[in-house]
């Protein structure tokens, strides 16, 4: 055997097996998400815009939102959604399992407050939907954020999971929303 060969093989032995993934969170299903964010809105992204941290070592990025609906909670009609990460001069940062926004993509946000009008995505990916009509456009759907680039981990046992966030029709999602938010603490059945 040669010496490339056998390099080669321990090299092989050496990868793990599975993905190896940076980033992990706690699998939150729509009854924990809803009970644990401030609002639930439906908007639309109207700008996207990083800017570097205070110390200049982290990219920050915010979303501005405009709001069409609370499921939960109340507000403005304009909020700001802020998260680490994003793209400055063609210097870029990237958190991993972090929901990605564009321009004129409309969404249903699970979301935190930070401060007035200012919040975060709760359960990262996981607290995003993309808001997607049928080509007729009598059916709307919401299309789950994917969490692909993350360990979905059970917080119970901590064991990896696989992600069971499936599209759903749009009245579907709110009135699942609308019930989580009226249930009682003690009530944690999935509506």
Known sequence: MSRSTVVTALVLCLVPHQKSLATSMLHQDIASLTQSSDAVVRGKVKATQSRWSADHKRIITEVTIEVAEFFKGAGSS???????????????????????????????????????????????????????????????????????????????????????????????????VRAAANARPGDRKEP
């Open 78 to 176: 304009t909020l700001v959604v802020r998260q680490p990460g994003g793209e400055i001069d063609g210097i870029g940062q990237k958190v991993s399992g972090l929901a990605s926004f564009s321009e004129g993509e409309e969404v249903v946000l699970f979301l935190e407050r930070v401060e007035t009008d200012k919040y975060r995505v709760n359960g990262m990916a996981q607290g995003k939907y993309r808001v997607e009509r049928s080509s007729d456009k009598r059916a709307v759907f919401v299309v789950p954020e994917s969490t692909e680039e993350a360990q979905v981990i059970d917080p119970q046992t901590h064991a990896p999971v696989e992600s069971d966030r499936q599209p759903m029709e749009l009245a579907s999602l709110k009135a699942k």
